[in-house]
C-alpha cells in the first residue's frame, strides 16, 4: 500500500473527531513477496515500513502520525494518566537506595535523589563498624560522608533523551572500573575506562561491544565481547590494553557459529577468566589464567543438546548440566584439567520433580537455586552433607539467590517478595541459623494487609494443570462481575514469578484482579515445561493462557466482558496470538514491543537474534516450521473480523523486536478489523526495546496505556 496514502489518511484523521480510527489506505501499492527457500510465498502490503538506518521520511512520517492519533484519541484520559501516575510515583520512596554488597573491601550500592531519574552508583571502604546496615542509616540521613562516587548517572545523562550505563566492572585493584553506555537503547554500548582515584575519564573508548568488560589480574588488561554491527550478534572476544588503540586489539577468540551467544567472566575463585557460548540447546566454556592469561581451552566440546555452565572454586570446577538425560538439570564436578563429559562426577544427582536453576559455591557450604511444583526454592548444601532448604512465608512467592561476592562468608543473602510482599532482602547464617532481614522495599501508603494473593490451577485442553498467580484487594467476592488484568510470556525458558509491584496496586484499588499465567513455554513447573510451549508445541502457550482466561472468568473471578491481557517482546506475540484464536474473550489487549511478524523475520538472518533462535521458533527454511509457524504467527492470521480495542507499544530504536513489527501488525490490523474499538499504536522515537531511561518515564507510558485499558473496561477512574 502506498505510504503517501496512509500518510494522508492518518493525517485526516488527525484533523477528525478524536474517536475516528486512522482510514487505512488503498491497496494501489504492490505488496513485497516475502519468500522461503522451498518456493512458499506471502504477501506483505506493509513491508516498505522497514527502514535499518531508520531514516525513511515516509516511514517516520508514518510513526508520528500514529503518535498524533494516539495523543488526540487519549487526550480525553490525560486526568486519569495524571492520576495514575501520581499514585504509582507517591509509592516510590524517591530517595531510596540498595542494600549494600562488600567485595575486595568495599561496600557497594547505588541510591536515588529525590526527583531525579537516575541512580547514583557509589561505595564505601570496609572497616570496623561499617555493614549494610550502617550504611543504609547513614543513607536514610543523608550522611555519604566517607562515600566513593562512582558514577552521578543523572549528570552523565543531562540533554540526551536516552541514557544508560552497563557493566561497571572494578580492577582487581580497585582503582579502575570499565563499564559501557548507550545513547540511543539499542544496546550497543561503548566501553570506557574511569579513574576511581582521580575521577578521570580515561581516553580508551570501544564503540559497539555487549556493554562491560573483564579484567585480568595485571590491572591494565580487560576482555570484552565485540558484537557484528549488522546482526549485533555477539561474535568476538578481544583484549584491550589501556592506553592502546582499540583498533589494535587483539582478537582472543570468534565465534563462527551464528546459533550461538557470547558471554565472558571470572570464577568464583577468581582463578580464571571464562568465555561462555551458549546457544538454546547447547553450550561451551573455555578458560585461562587471569594472572597469566593465554590461550581459552575447552572445558568441555560443544555437542547438541548438552547443556552446561561451570564455575570453578575449591580446586575444581563446579557444573550443572542435563548431560545423560538429567532433563532439569543436575551438578557435577570436574578436576582441574579436565576437558571431557566422561571425567565429570555427580555430586547432586538428577531429580525429575526438581529443576534445579543455578548454584552459589562459599566455603564450606553452597547454596543451590531450585524450582518445584511451580515455586523457588533455595536449599543449602553444609560441608558435612546435610542441606536444608529456606523457609518461606507464603503459599505464593518468589526467592533467588541475591548479591553474594565473597566465598568467606557465613552469610547466605537471598531476595524474596510476593504480589502482596514488596522486594525483601535477608542474610541467612548459615552456621547458627539466624536470618536477618536487611530492606524491605518502601512503599510509602501500602499496607499488605488490605490484600490477598493465592495460587490455583487451571485444567488446559489437553488435560495439563497450569498455575496462575492472583492478588486481589481483601473483600473482593467471585461474583463474576470484576475487571481483571491477565499477564503472560511463555517462551525462552523464563519464568515468571510472583512479585510485588507498584503500578498493580492501583488497579487493585479499583477493584480489578490481577491474573500471572504461568503457561507453558517458561519453566516454572521444569524443564518439560518449557520444550512443550516451544518449536511445534508452540500453540500450547497461546492455548494455555486462554484456557485460564475462561476458567477464571467461569470460577467468576471476572466478567466475561471485562477482562484485558497483557504482554511484551514474546509476550507480546502470545498477545497478537490469542487476539486471533479467541478475540471474543478480550476486552483489551495491551502488546509492548511485540515479536509479530514470526516467518518473515526468522526467515531474515540479518535482523538480529534470528539465528540463535531457531531452536526456539524453528528454522523456516525446513518446511516443517513454515507450515507450523505460519498457522500462528500474528501478522499472517489477522482476518476481517472483530478484534478487541488493542493498545501496541514499541521503540523505534528496538534491537530485539524491529520497530517496523508492529507497525505493520497495527497497519493490517486496521484494514482488516471489523469493530468499533479503538487501536493505539504508540512509537517512543527515542528508546529500544526497554523503552525509555530514567526511572520515572517509563511510569509515565505505564499510566498511559493502564488509563486506556480502564476506560476501555469501565473501571472508575478513580480508587
Do not use: C
Not at 9 to 19: C, P, V
Not at 115 to 136: F, M, N, W
Request: hydrophobic share 35%.
Amino acid at each position: 500500500m502506498k505510504p503517501h496514502a496512509l500518510l494522508i489518511a492518518l493525517a485526516f484523521a488527525m484533523t477528525a473527531h478524536a474517536s475516528e480510527t486512522p482510514t487505512p489506505p488503498d491497496a494501489a501499492k504492490k505488496p513485497h513477496v516475502v519468500k522461503a527457500p522451498f518456493g512458499a510465498e506471502r504477501q506483505d502490503e506493509y513491508y516498505w515500513l522497514r527502514d535499518d538506518k531508520r531514516e525513511n521520511p515516509e516511514m517516520l512520517g508514518y510513526l508520528k502520525a500514529e503518535n498524533a492519533y494516539a495523543d488526540a484519541l487519549l487526550n480525553p484520559l490525560k486526568p486519569v494518566q495524571d492520576t495514575l501516575y501520581d499514585e504509582i510515583v507517591a509509592r516510590i520512596k524517591q530517595d531510596d537506595a540498595s542494600v549494600p554488597y562488600r567485595d575486595r573491601g568495599w561496600w557497594y550500592y547505588s541510591r536515588f535523589e529525590a526527583g531525579k531519574d537516575y541512580p547514583i552508583h557509589a561505595r564505601r571502604k570496609a572497616a570496623d563498624g561499617v555493614d549494610a546496615l550502617s550504611i543504609q542509616r547513614a543513607n536514610a540521613a543523608a550522611d555519604f560522608k566517607g562515600e566513593d562516587v562512582l558514577f552521578d548517572v543523572n549528570t552523565m545523562a543531562a540533554g540526551k533523551d536516552y541514557y544508560a550505563i552497563s557493566g561497571r566492572t572494578v580492577s582487581q585493584d580497585n582503582r579502575l572500573v570499565v563499564y559501557g553506555d548507550d545513547t540511543n537503547g539499542r544496546r550497543q554500548y561503548t566501553l570506557r575506562v574511569k579513574n576511581l582515584e582521580t575521577g578521570e575519564t580515561l581516553a580508551d573508548a570501544i564503540p559497539g561491544t555487549a556493554g562491560y568488560g573483564v579484567w585480568a589480574d595485571d590491572n591494565k588488561t580487560f576482555f570484552y565481547v565485540e558484537n557484528d554491527p549488522e546482526t549485533l550478534l555477539s561474535t568476538k572476544v578481544k583484549k584491550h590494553v589501556l592506553g592502546t588503540d582499540p583498533k589494535d586489539d587483539v582478537l582472543v577468540y570468534e565465534e563462527k557459529d551464528d546459533t550461538f551467544y557470547m558471554g565472558i567472566g571470572r570464577t568464583r575463585d577468581d582463578q580464571y577468566i571464562v568465555i561462555g557460548m551458549d546457544s538454546t540447546v547447547s553450550n561451551e566454556t573455555r578458560y585461562t589464567s587471569a594472572a597469566n592469561p593465554g590461550e581459552f581451552k575447552v572445558l568441555a566440546p560443544r555437542a547438541r543438546d548438552v547443556e552446561y555452565d561451570a564455575d570453578h572454586h575449591g580446586g575444581r570446577w563446579v557444573i550443572r548440566t542435563n548431560d545423560g538425560g538429567a532433563t532439569n538439570f543436575k551438578i557435577v564436578t570436574a578436576a582441574d584439567g579436565s576437558s571431557s563429559r566422561k571425567d565429570w562426577k555427580d555430586w547432586i544427582a538428577h531429580d525429575p520433580q526438581v529443576y534445579v536453576e543455578g548454584i552459589e559455591l562459599f566455603d564450606g557450604f553452597a547454596a543451590v537455586a531450585e524450582r518445584s511444583g511451580g515455586l523457588e526454592r533455595v536449599r543449602i548444601l553444609k560441608g558435612d552433607g546435610g542441606s536444608e532448604y529456606v523457609k518461606a512465608d507464603e503459599t505464593a512467592y518468589s526467592m533467588g539467590l541475591d548479591a553474594n561476592p565473597e566465598t568467606d562468608n557465613p552469610w547466605l543473602r537471598y531476595s524474596y517478595t510476593s504480589m502482596t510482599t514488596p522486594a525483601t532482602t535477608y542474610e541467612l547464617n548459615v552456621q547458627t541459623g539466624e536470618r536477618r532481614e536487611l530492606k524491605q522495599q518502601p512503599v510509602p501508603g501500602y499496607n499488605p494487609a488490605n490484600y490477598v494473593t493465592e495460587r490455583v490451577w487451571v485444567t488446559a485442553r489437553d488435560g495439563v494443570k497450569v498455575p496462575v498467580s492472583l492478588v486481589y484487594k481483601k473483600g473482593f467476592k467471585k461474583d463474576g462481575k470484576a475487571a481483571m488484568l491477565q499477564y503472560g510470556y511463555g517462551s525462552y525458558g523464563a519464568s515468571m514469578d510472583p512479585g510485588f509491584s507498584v503500578t498493580t496496586v492501583s488497579l487493585l484499588d479499583r477493584g480489578m484482579v490481577y491474573a500471572l499465567a504461568h503457561i507453558r513455554g517458561g519453566q516454572e513447573m521444569g524443564r518439560a515445561w518449557y520444550e512443550d510451549g516451544k518449536l511445534l508445541h508452540k500453540k500450547n502457550t497461546f492455548t494455555d493462557f486462554i484456557d485460564v482466561t475462561q476458567t477464571l472468568v467461569k470460577q467468576g473471578y471476572a466478567a466475561p466482558d471485562r477482562v484485558a491481557a497483557h504482554g511484551g517482546s514474546a509476550g507480546g506475540l502470545l498477545m497478537g496470538a490469542i487476539a486471533n484464536m479467541a478475540p471474543e474473550t478480550y476486552k483489551v489487549i495491551l502488546s509492548q514491543v511485540p515479536f509479530v511478524d514470526v516467518v518473515t523475520t526468522m526467515l531474515d538472518p540479518t535482523i538480529p537474534l534470528t539465528t540463535n533462535e531457531y531452536d526456539e521458533w524453528g528454522n523456516p527454511e525446513q518446511k516443517k516450521f513454515y507450515d507450523y509457524m505460519v498457522t500462528y504467527s500474528p501478522y499472517d492470521n489477522l482476518e476481517k473480523k472483530a478484534y478487541p480495542a488493542t493498545f501496541v507499544g514499541t521503540g523505534l530504536w528496538d534491537s530485539q523486536v524491529q520497530y517496523w513489527e508492529p507497525a505493520k501488525y497495527v497497519a493490517r490490523l486496521r484494514d482488516l478489523n471489523t469493530s468499533r474499538d479503538p487501536v493505539v499504536f504508540r512509537t517512543n522515537m527515542e528508546a529500544g526495546h526497554g523503552g525509555k531511561s530514567g526511572r520515572f518515564r517509563r511510569y509515565r507510558e505505564q499510566a498511559e496505556m493502564y488509563s486506556f485499558m480502564l476506560d476501555q473496561l469501565g473501571v472508575k477512574a478513580t480508587p
